[in-house]
T-cell receptor, first 112, second 109 residues
Framework: NAGVTQTPKFQVLKTGQSMTLQCAQD?????MYWYRQDPGMGLRLIYY???????DKGEVPNGYNVSRLNKREFSLRLESAAPSQTSVYFC???????????FGPGTRLTVT | SQQGEEDPQALSIQEGENATMNCSYK?????LQWYRQNSGRGLVHLIL?????REKHSGRLRVTLDTSKKSSSLLITASRAADTASYFC?????????FGDGTTLTVKP
């Protein structure tokens, strides 16, 4: 099992460009999450999907959109990137709410 | 705003010593989890303690939870150089996890 995979690993964008971060899990988990981690800080929840077909905002959703494409895949889209979105983005999944989460390796995004 | 706050922010010990990290939070929780992050990597789950539990063990890890004080502690016994990492607590409420800013642990050989 690959666990949680994320693509790309690194990305550099210019201000105003758009991109989609991809996340997939092969553990048959119901819930999936997108976090961002800024230097020296913990993770902040952007969006989550408690189950296939549902998505909800987290702590810092502005500037982002998500799609739960199917049970395996959960994508994060930046429509118009800003320098404040420079961060490391982590996707995570878990069997159900309040269970342990499994994290992907992260995507390092730089917006210039 | 962050719910969990870890203390201390940084901890440096010698191999073989015990390391204790604390986490305080502000509101209700369903459970509390501890994660480890090695530099530049994703988080790895260590242990989950439910709101009706007071103590839990896993190998060299011991976690306590005091809901009356809204605090938790993580004890790593007989530390090893490989334990060098950042440790985060995460509080769960209604399906959402909120992470603290972490404790950076350095274990010197």
């Amino acid at each position: 099992n690959a666990g949680v995979t994320q693509t790309p690993k690194f990305q550099v964008l210019k201000t105003g460009q758009s991109m989609t971060l991809q996340c997939a899990q092969d553990m048959n988990h119901n819930s999936m999450y997108w976090y961002r981690q800024d230097p020296g800080m913990g993770l902040r929840l952007i969006y989550y999907s408690a189950s296939e077909g549902t998505t909800d905002k987290g702590e810092v959703p502005n500037g982002y959109n998500v799609s739960r494409l199917n049970k395996r895949e959960f994508s994060l889209r930046l429509e118009s990137a800003a320098p404040s979105q420079t961060s490391v983005y982590f996707c995570a999944s878990c069997f159900a709410r309040s269970y342990e989460q499994y994290f992907g390796p992260g995507t390092r995004l730089t917006v210039t | 705003s962050q719910q969990g706050e870890e203390d201390p922010q940084a901890l440096s010990i010698q191999e073989g010593e015990n390391a204790t990290m604390n986490c305080s939070y502000k509101t209700s929780i369903n459970n509390l989890q501890w994660y480890r992050q090695n530099s530049g990597r994703g988080l790895v789950h260590l242990i989950l303690i439910r709101s009706n539990e007071r103590e839990k063990h896993s190998g060299r890890l011991r976690v306590t939870l005091d809901t009356s004080k809204k605090s938790s502690s993580l004890l790593i016994t007989a530390s090893r150089a490989a334990d060098t990492a950042s440790y985060f607590c995460a509080t769960d409420w209604e399906g959402k996890s909120t992470f603290g800013d972490g404790t950076t642990l350095t274990v010197k050989p």
